[in-house]
């Protein structure tokens, strides 16, 4: 960060269920940032292993969510983030040693953005299929989900925001309906106020558990399918474009007559 910018706090938010294990490496790994968040939010979802007693025992502040459900577990955990910039990942997450510096420094690089999302690396799984399956995955997932946003998607395992942006919007977050997803949910509602940038050089390690199961797939599918219509008719994609193209224009200073 330039000495001229000035620092952001950083917090980080983890739901979590029944994850003690995964939850440990991913809080050993946030111990290791070349930049250390100001503090660690862990959302316990209604865990009846020791979950949350891995997060008190890593210094992370332990916030119960009776609310089945990763929107709600997410939305919690946005609501009793105290930082400038909020910044989620799953507990089977495994972060670079530089994402809450690189996250810091987009924002910094990018105050026009409300939000910013990143990439992801396989951790297990074959070797060789590592690399081709993430790209397959998230290229995937943001040209499904880019025709009905307008713009890019925001990816759950990888992402951060703004607590002005998530302030102005947490109200119209569906965070009481488990079935949804809740980073494509919160992409509609951010992307409509503000630009969401992206993360270069901080991929995300990620674990391929979820994919190795064919009902686990089509379980994503559908509950993509299923936010999409959640918000239509207003948001339905032409109605969506237009209103999104009138603010841009409306944002845009006009351009000075060459001489």
């Not at 949350?52 to 119960?64: E, I």
């Not at 009481?176 to 969401?196: K, T």
Request: aromatic residues 6%; glycine residues 8%.
């Amino acid at each position: 960060m330039p000495d001229d910018v000035p620092r952001s706090t950083v917090s980080v938010v983890i739901p979590v269920k029944d994850d003690a294990d995964d939850l440990r490496r991913c809080l050993r790994a946030l111990a290791l940032q070349s930049r250390l968040p100001d503090e660690i939010v862990v959302v316990d979802n209604g865990s009846t292993d020791g979950s949350a007693q891995t997060a008190r025992d890593a210094g992370a502040r332990v916030v119960p969510c009776g609310t089945p459900g990763i929107p709600a577990a997410s939305a919690t955990g946005y609501d009793a983030a105290t930082g400038d910039l909020i910044l989620r990942l799953d507990a089977d997450c495994t972060p670079a040693r530089t994402w809450v510096e690189s996250v810091e420094r987009t924002f910094a690089e990018r105050p026009d953005v409300g939000a910013v999302t990143g990439g992801a690396r396989f951790t297990d799984g074959p070797r060789p299929l590592r690399r081709p399956l993430a790209a397959v995955y998230l290229t995937s997932y943001a040209a499904s989900t880019a025709p009905a946003l307008g713009h890019r998607p925001l990816f759950g395992s990888n992402l951060a925001l703004r607590r002005s942006a998530w302030r102005s919007i947490r109200s119209q977050v569906h965070r009481s309906d488990p079935g949804v997803h809740d980073d494509l949910d919160l992409a509609f509602h951010i992307g409509e106020r503000y630009a969401i940038g992206y993360l270069r050089d901080s991929p995300m390690g990620i674990s391929m558990r979820p994919f190795t199961q064919p009902r686990g797939f089509a379980k994503r599918i559908d509950r993509g399918f299923r936010t999409v219509v959640r918000h239509w008719p207003a948001d339905f994609p032409p109605i969506r474009w237009t209103r999104r193209a009138l603010r841009l224009a409306r944002q845009t200073p006009p351009r000075r007559p060459r001489r």
